[in-house]
């Protein structure tokens, strides 16, 4: 993309003039002030300054996108190589390409000669600005290590080193509703490993880049460094984080480098007792004098991710796991896991962890306590006593109909069996005797029934199978007494 006239090309050629005016030094820079027009974008105010250059708020007048320009300063638009190692930063940051880097996307000249480049506007506060606030919770510090972690393996991959971790290059930007976007910043004195170019040449060896309180020994000294520059940097900066101190604290930048390349760093448990031991020897050896003694960055990443997940079992539990001085993935305790198996155990969880489980009912209690869910009640003897009684009155009714009512006729009508529950009882009938008939007495006379009454079967989801209704013998009645005569003798 060409802007303000100019292709970022001619910064890294033979052109002896860029970011210069005739190649004098520039001395009547226009100063920038609100509503000054940058390229596209119209500046709206400054946002602060660092080493290279200062950053302003800005934003394009017609789509309404809002932007930070940085633009570098005129002391340094007559150095070659400092505008070199600008323009760099610009290319560096877009052969990554990671969202947790920020995106430069255009690039440009001033009047006056000054270089600059239009990056993304992010909104929240530095890693800085944060620990100057208060410490992050180990499980937050962790989430956060290992973003930059993942950012800094995207770089490495692409053949450049970052060379200048610090929190003050790492921003946190607000994200309504959920945790902060992580987001890696500056990368001015980034050395392009796969770059043939001078300055790649030049800042191998003999210059000592960065800063001090995160400088790995073979930086100090000027040497050539690689990736593992970066991975001492990681270091310092976890160590900062969890424990809130520096790793070599000192009056002056000679008395830190010093300690960096000879004195060896005070364990991080010392100073914070929650860090688990497999995350104090991760620190110890991140920050390993020797850079062929420091982990891999995926190495660090994964004993990041494994130590939060035991953090957040812990915080589940209550209880604390059982390190064996190493981490491994056996380790790994999921709050996902640990809701399922135990759903009665309620305790705050970190944002990123909360995870809903089905049919689980979470409970609201103070941070630090364990809240249970309530004991099932004992089941009332009454209802048993009162099932008890009901069994035996339906069993008693049906006793009544089998036997016969009371004293009436002991004449019974066979039971039609089934095979399947349940029973019908059918009541019992009369038969006739056969003798003459006989005048009634008192009652009305009853209708004679041929035959024994079948009872249709029940349905059932299984076949039923009728059987023969067995025919019971005629009882055998004794003779009534005769009646007496009207006309008897009394």
């Known amino acids: 993309m060409t802007t303000g006239g100019r292709r970022p090309d001619d ?3 033979t052109n002896p003039t860029v970011g210069t005016r005739g190649g004098s030094r520039i001395d009547d820079s226009t100063e920038i002030v609100a509503g000054m027009m940058i390229g596209e974008y119209r500046v709206e105010g400054e946002l602060g300054a660092g080493g290279m250059g200062r950053v302003y708020s800005a934003i394009h007048p017609v789509i309404a996108k809002r932007a930070a320009i940085k633009v570098l300063h005129p002391e340094l638009s007559v150095n070659r190589e400092a505008v070199e190692r600008f323009i760099q930063e610009a290319r560096a940051v877009n052969q990554i390409g990671h969202p947790n880097i920020v995106d430069i996307f255009a690039f ?3 009047p006056d000669g000054r270089s600059y480049f239009v990056m993304e506007w992010l909104r929240g506060e530095s890693l800085r600005d944060r620990l100057k606030a208060q410490r992050p919770s180990l499980a937050d510090a962790l989430m956060m290590l290992e973003t930059i ?11 450049i080193v970052h060379r200048d971790l610090k929190p003050d290059n790492v921003f946190l930007v607000e994200v309504k509703g959920d945790r902060p976007q992580v987001k890696l910043l500056d990368f001015g004195i980034a050395k392009l490993t796969n770059n043939d170019s001078t300055l790649s040449q030049r800042t191998q060896t003999g210059n000592m880049m960065g800063t001090p309180a995160y400088m790995s020994p073979e930086q100090a000294r000027g040497y050539a460094v690689d990736h593992r520059t970066d991975v001492y940097a990681l270091g310092a900066l976890a160590f900062e984080v969890m424990t809130g101190s520096l790793v070599f604290p000192a009056d002056n930048a000679a008395d830190m480098i010093a300690k960096h390349l000879h004195a060896e760093p005070q364990r991080a448990r010392t100073l914070n007792p929650d860090i688990p031991p497999p995350l104090d020897e991760l620190l110890s050896r991140l920050l390993a004098k020797e850079a062929a003694e420091r982990p891999s960055l995926a190495e660090a990443r994964e004993c990041m991710r494994v130590t939060r997940q035991q953090v957040a079992m812990q915080m589940m539990t209550g209880q604390p796991p059982a390190y064996d001085g190493a981490v491994t993935s056996s380790d790994v305790g999921l709050a996902s896991h640990i809701q399922r198996m135990h759903p009665g155990i309620v305790t705050p969880v970190p944002p990123y962890m ?9 409970l609201a209690s103070p941070i630090g306590t364990m809240t249970t869910l309530p004991p099932a009640q004992p089941r009332s003897r009454v209802g048993v006593i009162v099932i ?10 049906g006793v009544f109909f089998v036997v016969g009512r009371g004293t009436s006729t002991p004449t019974a009508a066979p039971l039609t069996p089934v095979v399947t529950p349940p029973v019908v009882v059918t009541p019992p009938t009369e038969r006739p005797i056969d003798k003459p008939p006989e ?7 009853e209708k004679p029934i ?12 299984t076949a039923t199978v009728k059987k023969p209704v ?19 003798p009394m």
Do not use: C, N, Y
């Open 450 to 461: 041929e035959k024994p009454i079948e009872t249709p079967t029940v349905a059932t989801p």
């Open 108 to 110: 440009g000249t001033l």
């Open 11 to 13: 910064a890294i050629g």
């Open 149 to 159: 972690t993942v950012a800094l393996e995207a770089a490495h991959e692409k053949g």
């Open 470 to 488: 067995p025919r019971l013998p005629r009882p055998v009645q004794k003779p009534k007494p005769k009646p007496l005569d009207d006309d008897a």
């Open 354 to 362: 909360r995870t809903p489980v089905p049919g689980s009912a979470m």
């Open 388 to 397: 008890g009684v009901v069994a035996a009155v339906a069993l008693g009714i």
């Open 439 to 445: 005048k009634p007495i008192d009652k009305p006379p």
